[in-house]
């Protein structure tokens, strides 16, 4: 038993740094193109669920059609409170594989018979452990999916997958950019008067 609770204790912590490295990973790590100067083209992506090649292959094409345009993306997060219940699933899930394994009955602490559930999680500790960890597992990649690959330049939306429902393609993507660039230069030209 012993050995089962260490064997799950060390897949959540590598569930919890894969995710961390591949939900948190962007926001820490912004990726950029530092050489830029110009306008900023920012992507916030949902990352876990393989966008990140997207965002880089776009990244590519753009910084060689457009080498004055800085690019930054970073991961677009859940709202706070699915995050905060993804955290506290986390928890909760380790503090009740550690009562199955240990045999308490925390419905004896409030007084209360325990159900047929929990009796059965004590005939079959592998099974009920193994069924708490994947459940909660996938209730907390639930939470934290997002589904984004939004896109602005200069602060403006020019793209929402939360919106569309879809990705753009690269040319969807090329042509916005090449008419928000002309609309710019328009602007720049146009002369400023002072009343």
């Known amino acids: 038993m012993r050995l089962l609770l ?3 204790m060390a897949a959540s912590a590598v569930a919890r740094s894969e995710a961390s490295a591949n939900l948190g990973g ?6 950029k193109m530092q050489y830029a ?4 083209l920012k992507f916030q992506i949902w990352v876990a669920c393989g966008y990140r090649r997207v965002f880089e292959e776009y990244m590519r094409v753009i910084s060689q059609r457009y ?4 690019i930054e993306g970073e991961n677009y997060l859940p709202q706070p409170i699915y995050r905060h219940i993804a955290s506290f699933l986390s928890v909760f899930k380790l503090v009740l594989i ?3 394994i240990v045999g308490k009955d925390p419905f004896a602490f409030f007084g209360m018979q325990a159900p047929s559930i929990w ?3 004590q005939e079959n500790k592998v099974y009920a452990c193994m069924m708490v960890f994947f459940l909660s597992n996938m209730i907390e990649n639930q939470c934290m999916s997002t589904g984004a690959f939004e896109i602005t330049l200069n602060d403006v939306p020019v793209w929402s997958k939360l919106e569309s429902g879809h990705l753009p393609s690269m040319q969807q993507l090329v042509q916005i950019l090449d008419n928000e660039m002309k609309l710019n230069v328009h602007m720049d030209s146009i002369p400023h008067h002072r009343s």
């Open 6 to 8: 260490l064997l799950l």
């Open 67 to 70: 080498p004055d345009i800085r």
């Open 37 to 40: 100067t110009g306008p900023l």
């Open 26 to 31: 962007m926001p820490s790590k912004r990726l």
């Open 98 to 100: 550690g009562l199955i």
């Open 119 to 121: 009796q059965w999680g």
